[in-house]
């Protein structure tokens, strides 16, 4: 209970920074005087995994700008999401030009195109229409459309028809 | 599939240095390019596995499979070979193996289950459900599971060991074997071995 309590805090945290960012943005005049600038830009949030591994970061999110929608949401553009493993070693990245994120219940969609692809570029899937969820203890991936993968077998693993 | 697996464990957070028995060279091998397409797909870390829907096709220079859903279950420990792989609805696999030959197989269910005893490793594919699985050589040659009863047929079985040459085999064989002309010297045997 004590970890939910701990992982809710900590997204709240992050959260409340990222709108704080925002807000703050947006009471600065903007390029044009009078006009306000709603948008962050470069932002990162991280989640951590669990003890005894809890000082590795296991998901790092970030985006090249972020504007609040209602009900808490955000729009991120240039969301980029890496995954890494518990000793640090980056595993997996997925890239979207645009999403509808939410801070506080983890996932971000889009109708709009993903992109993933392995940290040793063996393999790549990209398709259109995505939900990405991440819950305490797992990430789950859903792509709606289109999806193609490519993937690059090591010459002496292949031979079998299956 | 095998080489569906290797992709999906990247996803699962390594990729798989599967196990192979061909000899060490010192002359770097080109790799294999593999191409999924599929309607749409489903992933969860926690199951470790992934959910192609269809229709879902698969291609690489000696394979084209085609199937409605093809699942995959990564290995829970990091690194080890793709345990299991299932392909359902309206299975179709065109192989040509190293020497050109052609092999068709259809099937409702295909399920790719791999393991290792006594360092001896194991590949099984089963091949089940209706319409009865059948696998097709050359002009004339085919391998069906024997039904059981209206609805479903025996299943086919692929076996391979130790990554050697891999055989079809059904426990009720129904074989279709048509020799060659006569006169011609060949030593085809009518139980294939891939």
């Known amino acids: ?162 | 599939m095998k080489k569906i697996f290797l992709l999906l464990l990247s996803v699962c957070g390594g990729v798989a240095s599967a196990q192979t028995n061909a000899p060490a060279t010192n002359a770097p091998t080109r790799p294999v390019i593999m191409d999924i397409t599929s309607k749409s797909l489903d992933f969860d870390q926690n199951l470790r596995q992934a959910v192609y829907h269809g229709p879902v096709l698969v291609t690489d220079p000696q394979v084209r499979l085609t199937c409605e859903q093809l699942t995959v279950t990564f290995p829970a420990k990091k690194g080890r070979h793709l345990e299991q792989v299932q392909a359902e609805t309206n299975v179709v696999i065109d192989y040509t193996d190293e020497q050109g030959e052609k092999y068709h197989v259809t099937a409702a269910k295909g399920v790719y289950v791999y393991s290792m005893v006594n360092s001896v490793t194991n590949e099984t594919v089963t091949f089940t459900g209706s319409p009865k699985p059948k696998v097709t050589w050359g002009d004339t040659n085919s391998l069906t599971g024997e039904p059981i009863n209206s609805l479903t047929g025996d299943a086919l079985y692929y076996t391979r060991v130790n990554g050697g040459k891999g055989s079809f085999h059904a426990d009720n064989q129904q074989m279709h074997y048509e020799p060659p002309p006569a006169g011609t010297n060949t030593n085809t045997s009518p139980l294939k071995l891939f």
């Open chain 1, 1 to 162: 209970m004590k970890l939910i309590a701990a992982k809710f805090y900590r997204a709240a945290g992050a959260a409340v920074f990222l709108f704080a960012a925002i807000n703050n943005r947006a009471q600065q005049p903007g390029p044009l005087g009078g006009v306000k600038d709603l948008h962050a830009t470069d932002f990162t949030q991280e989640q951590y995994y669990e003890q005894p591994n809890g000082q590795q970061v296991k998901m790092r999110l970030s985006g090249a700008a972020a504007a609040p929608l209602p009900g808490g949401l955000l729009d991120v553009k240039e969301l980029k999401v890496e995954l890494f493993s518990t000793n640090g070693l980056l595993q997996a990245v997925a890239q979207a030009p645009q999403c509808t994120y939410a801070p506080l219940d983890n996932w971000a969609s889009s109708p709009g195109r993903l992109e993933v692809w392995s940290a040793d570029g063996k393999y790549r899937i990209e398709g259109e229409g995505f939900l990405l969820r991440q819950t305490n203890s797992s990430l789950t991936i859903s792509i709606s459309n289109h999806v193609h993968t490519v993937i690059e077998i090591p010459a002496d693993n292949h031979g079998s028809f299956l």
